[in-house]
């Protein structure tokens, strides 16, 4: 019996390798359980190999998740910032006619009376900045600063009796930039099983401010109705135009996004608008002011390539529209003229189309 007992615990030691998944079964084994015979205990091996070969499914999932690293927590906020160079073309008109006050007397002119056309067609540098907050409240702003001038010359036409009697030409420098900001909030879809697709549309609200200011020289001026006649032509900075645009828009923006690419369509309209322009008639010495509202809209498409999970490739392309009218304010500062002011019928109109190249990051 003694040498029985010995050639158990010589098996014991010799497979102490197993001692982890039958150290609580052997503990709680009463001693005479150590007397079965060694076919019991051949019996009770085999077993536990078994076990070894094929651990149970909760044991797998253990193993399994001790080797693969931790899934990604999801996160409260999400940034988006990009950065690019823009084609900022389009132009501003400012015409006047129709009733007008001079010294308290109402006159009725011709419609239009005069039309002051400005051009853009300038490069421009783009930022782009977003939050998303828990993947619903998005908080965005956009910039675009002027860069070069524009090659199109500023034009200057007026009327009488519906007969366009004097035209000119003048090079123009401008110094221009754009801003907006604003909120929405994001409704998600799920993403499709086969090609991880998702979509999305945000109802938003926004701010929009612009201010373009042109600096007018080298006057070319001629009369279409005496073709004969010689052209003035006046070197040096002969005017100056400051324009300002304010505007409170609502709108909507929508997405489709894979995982290489993403689409986005956005428009929006003018709950409030409001433009004012000061026009320096320097070698008249002459002031004309306005402060028109009226009313926008715009449009903008997007699609971006995905280099990796963040980094990515940008397009973009922006319509924007604005008109206003009121009354222009006009006096004299200097000269002759000195204190003279009158009022007129005026309207503004600006139509621009951007395009944008750049690169970005989410994270």
């Known amino acids: 019996m003694r040498s029985m007992i010995a050639a158990v615990v010589t098996a014991g030691l010799t497979f102490g ?12 084994t009463p001693e005479a359980d150590i007397t079965q015979p060694a076919e019991s205990n051949v019996s009770q091996t085999n077993v536990v190999e078994t076990t070894t070969e094929q651990p149970a499914e909760a044991d797998v999932a253990e193993m399994e998740s001790s080797t693969l690293p931790p899934a990604p927590k999801s996160r409260a906020v999400h940034f988006d910032l990009s950065a690019g160079i823009s084609y900022w073309d389009g132009d501003l008109t400012d015409t006047i ?8 007397w109402v006159y009725y002119l011709d419609d239009p009376l005069s039309e002051l056309k400005f051009p853009l067609g300038v490069a421009a540098v783009n930022v782009d900045a977003s939050m998303n907050i828990r993947k619903a409240l998005e908080v965005y702003g956009r910039a675009l600063v002027s860069v070069t001038d524009p090659d199109d010359k500023m034009e200057d036409s007026d009327w009488d009796e519906g007969e366009k009697v004097v035209y000119s030409e003048s090079d ?26 998702t979509a999305g549309i945000a109802p938003a609200l926004g701010y929009k401010k612009q201010s373009i200011d042109w600096d007018i020289s080298n006057l070319d001026q001629w009369y279409p109705t005496y073709p004969n006649e010689p052209h003035d032509r006046v070197a040096g900075k002969t005017m100056t135009y400051d324009f300002d645009l304010d505007m409170l828009y609502a709108g909507g923006k929508a ?4 995982p290489r690419f993403s689409l986005t369509a956005s428009a929006g309209i003018s709950a409030y608008l409001n433009m004012q322009a000061t026009d320096n008639h320097i070698l ?12 926008a809209w715009f449009a903008e498409g997007e699609g971006r390539f995905y280099l990796t ?13 604005a008109k206003a009218d009121g009354t222009q304010k006009q006096h004299f500062y200097a000269g002759e003229y000195l204190g003279w002011h009158g009022e007129i019928g005026g309207e503004l109109e600006t139509k621009q189309l951007t395009g944008t190249i750049g690169i970005g990051l989410e994270f």
């Open 284 to 295: 008249r010495s002459k002031k004309n002011e306005a402060d028109y509202d009226g009313n």
């Open 17 to 28: 390798w197993q001692a982890g998944a039958q150290e609580a079964e052997t503990e709680n």
């Open 172 to 197: 123009s420098d401008v110094s221009a930039w754009s801003a907006d900001a604003g909120v929405r909030w994001w409704f998600h879809t799920s993403p499709c099983k086969k090609t991880g697709m």
């Open 309 to 321: 999970r963040s980094l990515f490739l940008l397009g973009r392309v922006n319509y924007f529209y």
């Open 97 to 104: 006619g129709g009733r007008a006050i001079d010294d308290n």
């Open 255 to 258: 997405y489709l996004r894979h």
